[in-house]
Structure formats: structure tokens, C-alpha cells
């Protein structure tokens, strides 16, 4: 079955991560495990060969104890707030974490990768992990969980965790508009490619037990600041190239989930609409508590991302007044009040 999120449900409420979420006596979710790219990258991408990573101050500035992570983030991220929300735990770590912990496989983690996209030559332009190469160490994961707790535990805790897809962006913003790498496709063509592979992806996880798909749709990234900087024009306004292609990308999207909720009928796959929450914000910024949208808090704001974005670059004074980070992904309190809603929405057509 396929539910799909709308803004008014994306609207700041007050329950959430912070509050928790109760689940009835009926409903499990033993684990959250992530795929995808930067939004949700906990730090994979650390010791990859690849400049897509953050690892480094000022990333980090308000997480636990000050530490970069390699969350593309000045705190906690999507997963965090969803895992927290849930009761799991209070954050999600890494799959490649070096120190991660046996017992955290019972939980999940992320095996999202910062730069990759659904689009394989995004991920080769970046050198990061494509979504072949996370399917990959889910299967090693899978093998690890059932050494640990045996084959029906293993089943158990695929079946009734959450799973989040998150891509998308990048094939878009980068790899299309940016660096031009798919000039033979228009945007119709193009986005067909995206969704075949985002097709090929939720199929296979599937196929290894996940039942429960959370599929997010690509947020107004044509609003994020190093595009308003790029292709924005003079004044920096939103690029309205990677907006429409977003959105033609997004409307495709739902109609595969509409259709691989048929085929798939024991999975539950939700469609999670970030293009219309994140452009709300955008243009009712003081509804959020935000002064500045248009801007990252790390050094200029306009164009620095990952490690463009260092220990020698000034941040801004008051983070929550800042919708992004660096520019091109949102504050914790950005993601938080994206996220939250989502979490309890969820919850509640699970009943």
C-alpha cells in the first residue's frame, strides 16, 4: 500500500522527536535502516576515497560532544531524529563506523553515501558508493544479523523495520545541471532513467525482506543555496530548471510506488513529499523561526559544501536562525522540523 505525504502533514507540530512516538502493543519497529545519499550518509563516506565528506570542524558544532561525525550537518540528522523518535536510539551510526558495535546491527544503520544518486555515473563522478555498492553491504549486514540472532530473528527484524530511500537530489542538481554529464537526455528522458533505476533499488530490497519503504521525493533543490549561486541568476533566486525537474522527477516517482505497491503487496511503501514542505519554508521563513533561507551558516553561504566548508571558514552566530548549514543541507533544526512530522504521520497509517 502506498501513502503519500502531503505539506499540511509536513507542517511543524509538537509531536516528535522530541516527544517520542507510541507505538501500540501491535506495532514493532526493531530497527531504521537507511540508504542513500548525503541527507542520510552518517559517515560512510569518512574513509572512502572521495572529497564528498565532512568529517571535519565545523560539522559537528552541535552534535555530542562537538564531534564531526562525517553527518553533513551542525548536528544530528533525518535518521537520528526518526531512530530517537521511535525509541531505538538516540543516534543512527554508520554501517562502515569502524567502531561499530555488534549489537548496533540489531538496531540499524545507514549505508547512505554522500554524492551518490540513483543514476550510477553519479556516484562515479563523486566516487562515492552507488546504490548497487550499499545493496551489496546489506547483504554482508544481513549475513552478520543472521550469525547473530539466527535466521527467524534476522526475518523478524527485516520484516518490521523502517527502511528510508533517500536520492535523487544529486542526479539532478549535479550530474544533470551542473556538470552536464547526461546532455543526451532531456528532462523527461532523464528522469525516466532515474526512476527506472529507483524501481530496480526498492524492488531488490524487497527481495531481501524489507517491508517497510520509506521512499523520499527530491525536496525544491533548486532553492538550496549553492543553486541559487550557480544557476539563480544575478539576484539568486530559486533555479527553476532543477525545481521543474524535481517536480517531474517527484510525479513519476508516485507513480512507480503506486505501482510497485501493487506488485508488492506485503510491503507498505510511502512516498514522503519534501518539494512542497521545504519550498513552504522557503517562502514563510519567520513562520520557523528562520532569517535566512537563501544562505548556508558556514563561511559565505553561498557555494561552500563539504570541504569547501572547514575549520578555517566562519559560521554563523545563531544556527536556528539558519534554514541551511552549508549550501546545500539544512541545520538540525532545518531536518528536525522537516522530519518530525513525517515520523508521527507514518506511524499512524501503520495502525
Not at 555498492?133 to 523502517?162: C, H, M, W
Not at 527530491?218 to 525545481?243: E, F, H, K, M, Y
Request: hydrophobic share 40%; net charge negative.
Amino acid at each position: 500500500m502506498l501513502f503519500a505525504l502531503s505539506v499540511a502533514h509536513m507542517i511543524w507540530c509538537s509531536i516528535g522527536a522530541e516527544a517520542g512516538v507510541q507505538l501500540p502493543p501491535n506495532i514493532s519497529i526493531p530497527a531504521v535502516i537507511a540508504f542513500g545519499d548525503s541527507i542520510v550518509d552518517q559517515g560512510c563516506n569518512n574513509n572512502l576515497n572521495t572529497l564528498v565528506k565532512c568529517n571535519f570542524p565545523p560539522y559537528g558544532q552541535d552534535f555530542i560532544a562537538h564531534q564531526s561525525t562525517g553527518r553533513f550537518s551542525n548536528g544530528k540528522t533525518p535518521p537520528d531524529f526518526v531512530a530517537a523518535a521511535l525509541g531505538i536510539k538516540e543516534v543512527l551510526p554508520a554501517y562502515l563506523d569502524p567502531h561499530l558495535q555488534s549489537e548496533d546491527l540489531l538496531t540499524g544503520v545507514s549505508f547512505a553515501s554522500g554524492g551518490m544518486g540513483y543514476d550510477p555515473v553519479t556516484s562515479k563522478i563523486t566516487s562515492a558508493l552507488s546504490f548497487s555498492d550499499q545493496l551489496e553491504l546489506f547483504k554482508e549486514y544481513i549475513s552478520k544479523l543472521k550469525r547473530l540472532v539466527g535466521e527467524e530473528r534476522t526475518r523478524y527484524i527485516l520484516a518490521n523495520s523502517l527502511f528510508l530511500v533517500v536520492a535523487g537530489s544529486d542526479d539532478i542538481a549535479n550530474t544533470y545541471f551542473t556538470f552536464g554529464a547526461r546532455l543526451r537526455y532531456d528532462v523527461p528522458s532523464y528522469t525516466d532513467l532515474m526512476v527506472s533505476y529507483a524501481s530496480d533499488f526498492i524492488q531488490a530490497i524487497d527481495e531481501l525482506g524489507a517491508r517497510r519503504i520509506v521512499v523520499y521525493g527530491v525536496p525544491a533543490i533548486g532553492c538550496v543555496p549553492s543553486q541559487r549561486t550557480l544557476a539563480g541568476g544575478p539576484l539568486r533566486n530559486c533555479a527553476d530548471n532543477s525545481n521543474q525537474a524535481s517536480q517531474v522527477y517527484n510525479t513519476k516517482l508516485q507513480a512507480l510506488l503506486d505501482s510497485l505497491s501493487q506488485k508488492l503487496p506485503l510491503s507498505k511503501i510511502v512516498y514522503v513529499d519534501v518539494y512542497n514542505p521545504l519550498l513552504h519554508i522557503v517562502q514563510n521563513p519567520q513562520e520557523y523561526g528562520f532569517d535566512v533561507v537563501d544562505k548556508g551558516c558556514c563561511g559565505t553561504g553561498d557555494i561552500e559544501v563539504s570541504v569547501l566548508c572547514n575549520k578555517l571558514s566562519k559560521t554563523c552566530p545563531d544556527r536556528s536562525r539558519y534554514l541551511f548549514w552549508d549550501s546545500y543541507h539544512p541545520t538540525e533544526k532545518g531536518y528536525q522540523i522537516l522530519v518530525d512530522p513525517f515520523i508521527t504521520d507514518y506511524i499512524s497509517r501503520l495502525l
